[in-house]
């Protein structure tokens, strides 16, 4: 009798064996799996041996899969690419262009300042796309990542990236109900977002509770202490309101 378990390499192995048959490591696999990505473009990217969370951020660089994969092989990091590029006021459209040309963040910036163009793209005043309004904020290069990763560029991202909450943990923040500024309170003071969902869930307080609670300046503790003693959640919204 069958057990109905089919391993990764086993014909008919479900959405993953496209990359089984690519030869895709299990590492870079994994994070593939993790993202229920499975798509062609997610197999052309994976056979390449680039991570999912990264294969989105160099996709909006402009690079395919294997110059990517180049770049990787001779000791590029995506970091440091988003970064120095950044940093050198580059627009994102031309990045790729440039690298592709040779030349280095700063050597590319030169020859845009003496009215040279790559890739038929005009250096005059920069356009950065998706990416302007977190440009504008004035946005630290590495809080771009969780956005790009994920896509998302509109004004409730760039609030949360503006306060320095990373874009990977700004969907929990937010289902928690919480406000970026009431967030960046918490972080300042040395809480994470994982001692947050341990401490409340601990603590018994609905998950409903928790920002007007926490927006109250109180802890998980002091909040239970309220709550047996009638103090309601709606008392807490109130002075959540006043200190906002």
Same mark, same amino acid.
């Given at each position: 009798m069958g057990t109905g378990f089919k391993?990764?390499?086993? +014909?008919?192995?479900g959405p993953v064996q496209a990359f089984v048959e690519a030869g895709v490591p299990l590492q870079v696999l994994h994070s593939y799996i993790a993202r229920q990505w499975f798509d062609d473009e997610a197999v052309a990217w994976a056979t390449e041996g680039i991570d999912a969370g990264e294969a989105p951020v160099w996709k909006v660089l402009g690079f395919?899969?294997?110059?990517? +994969?180049?770049l990787l092989c001779n000791g590029a990091r995506l970091a440091d690419t988003v970064t120095h590029w950044w940093r050198a006021t580059i627009p994102i459209g031309e990045v790729a262009g440039w690298i592709g040309a040779g030349l280095t963040p700063e050597e590319a910036f030169r020859q845009r300042s003496t009215g040279m163009a790559i890739g038929g793209v005009p250096p005059g005043g920069p356009d950065w796309g998706p990416i302007q309004a977190f440009v504008e904020a004035r946005i630290p290069p590495p809080m771009l990542g969780g956005s790009l990763a994920r896509q998302e560029f509109d004004d409730e991202a760039v609030a949360w990236a503006r306060q320095g909450i990373d874009g990977a943990e700004a969907p929990l923040w937010r289902a928690l109900a919480l406000r970026p500024s009431e967030v960046r309170r918490l972080v300042r003071n040395g809480t994470t977002l994982a001692d947050t969902v341990r401490d409340w869930w601990h603590a018994a307080i609905p998950i409903g509770e928790v920002a007007d609670w926490i927006g109250a300046g109180l802890t998980p503790e002091e909040a239970a202490g309220q709550r047996a003693n009638g103090i309601t959640a709606e008392h807490a919204a109130?002075? +959540?309101?006043?200190r906002h």
């Open positions: 391993w990764y390499g086993q +014909r008919g192995g395919r899969p294997k110059e990517a +994969r180049h109130a002075l +959540r309101a006043l």
